[in-house]
């Protein structure tokens, strides 16, 4: 069965997202990039919302980013995709697929299907969609040291705590530190 890891990068107070969707905040370079470029050999599948496909699709497939991250955008671009949209007819993003329905079901079945393991980029809505009924098997938690001015929390409302287990973590030069979580089965 494949594992669904979840990437979220937040600020120091728990924001994955700033106000009008910004992101501008978050440190992506140098070592950041370095370990983007490693995760991405290993071919999972890529998981997005609509806003962080839109997002995403807006700069990985441009010069500019072959030009900044060479490795990550080849990476991006060729992997496999899936974006969570009701509202998008077409997914022009080389590799990528719409779910349109039935997220749950569609990825359980992924799960089950598969022998490439899928990672969520983001995508705040999909994940608490997914953490609510425990099919997130790894959280990985960038936490970029910076606090925002104000933004919105990560897993906000949730029906129940979820307990996690540290497995691993690491610290960057810059301060930024990834921590690498299970869920804790109680």
Do not use: C
Not at 83 to 98: F, Q, Y
Not at 162 to 177: A, P
């Amino acid at each position: 069965m494949a594992k669904l890891t979840s990437f979220t990068f937040i600020s120091l107070n728990g924001f994955y997202k700033g106000m009008n969707e910004d992101i501008s905040w978050h440190q992506h370079g140098g070592e950041e990039a370095e370990y983007s470029a490693e995760n991405l050999k290993s071919s999972n599948i890529l998981l997005f919302g609509r806003v962080t496909y839109e997002m995403m699709k807006s700069f990985w497939p441009t010069q500019m980013a072959y030009d900044s991250f060479p490795e990550v955008a080849r990476g991006m671009n060729n992997s496999e995709k899936f974006v969570v949209s009701k509202s998008l007819k077409t997914a022009d993003w080389k590799n990528t697929k719409i779910i349109k329905e039935n997220l749950i079901e569609k990825i359980t079945e992924l799960k089950k299907s598969n022998n490439k393991n899928i990672t969520l980029l983001g995508s705040g809505n999909v994940l608490k969609q997914l953490a609510k009924v425990n099919l997130i098997d790894e959280y990985q938690i960038m936490i970029d040291p910076i606090f925002i001015k104000n933004g919105e929390s990560i897993l906000d409302n949730l029906n129940e705590n979820i307990t996690l287990e540290l497995t691993k973590s690491k610290v960057f030069k810059n301060g930024t530190i990834l921590l690498y979580y299970k869920p804790r089965l109680i």
